[in-house]
Structures are given as structure tokens and as C-alpha cells.
């Protein structure tokens, strides 16, 4: 399947990530698989994985909660990303080099605005 996902997780304490100081809470990751979502979506839940990506270092200090992948022809990373950056903030270049939004990795600081927007991804409706 080709497509985006998204990692709700939770980091347990206040953590230096490369050079981002995370406060601990419940953050989202929005990604991208256009070749198969199903095998990088398992690699970012292995935890014996040599470290890579932004992503992989806060993955070895959290916790995944939930994954959603969203079936898609075209990368809607960047759509579901400047979406998210309508309602929450994050630490500015996490994992989002070769896009145009500042980050990828979003605090969760309102779970019902999350809801909504998960309602709204979900329906194609966003903005």
C-alpha cells in the first residue's frame, strides 16, 4: 500500500533529541510510504533497527500508542502536515527536510482539536 501514516506517541520524560529539547507528552509523526507503508510502518515499530531518520531517535526513547495509514496514490504528507500545523506546534526541522512545513512531529496539547482533525483527514476535508 502506498500512502501516509501517522504515530501518536508518547514520551515519558523530558528528552534531548539530536538538538531538540521534547517535553514529555503525546506527540503526532505524519509520514509518507509511496512504496510500502506496511514495511516502514514496522520498521518504525522494531525497536532492533539501526538509527537513522529524526524520527528513529524519538522512537528509541517513547512509546508508539496508535498508527494510522491513509491509502493514497499521491504523498499527502505535506497536505496533512501544514494541516496540523493550523492547530499544534513542534520542534522546527524534525523530519521534514525535503518538504515545505517547518516539522513533522506535533504536541498534542488538545486531544478534542485532535479529533477533530482525524475526522477531517479522515472525510478528505482539509483545509
Known amino acids: 500500500m502506498k500512502g501516509c501514516y501517522l504515530l501518536l506517541i508518547e514520551l515519558p520524560i523530558d528528552t534531548k533529541i539530536k538538538k531538540w529539547n521534547l517535553k514529555k507528552g503525546t506527540y503526532v509523526y505524519v509520514g509518507s ?75 498534542i496539547d488538545n486531544f478534542d482539536n485532535f479529533s477533530k482533525i482525524l475526522s477531517n483527514i479522515f472525510k478528505g476535508e482539509l483545509e
Request: proline residues 1%; hydrophobic residues 30%.
Open 33 to 107: 510510504a509511496m512504496n510500502n507503508i506496511e514495511k516502514r510502518v514496522s520498521r518504525h515499530l522494531s525497536k532492533n533497527k539501526k538509527l537513522h531518520w529524526h524520527i528513529d531517535y524519538l522512537l528509541d526513547k517513547s512509546n508508539v500508542k496508535s498508527v494510522i495509514m491513509l491509502s493514497s496514490k499521491t504523498k499527502c504528507e505535506e497536505k496533512i502536515s501544514l494541516y496540523m500545523s493550523q492547530f499544534f506546534t513542534g520542534p522546527k526541522g524534525f523530519g521534514s527536510s525535503d518538504l515545505k512545513v517547518q516539522t513533522n512531529l506535533y504536541y
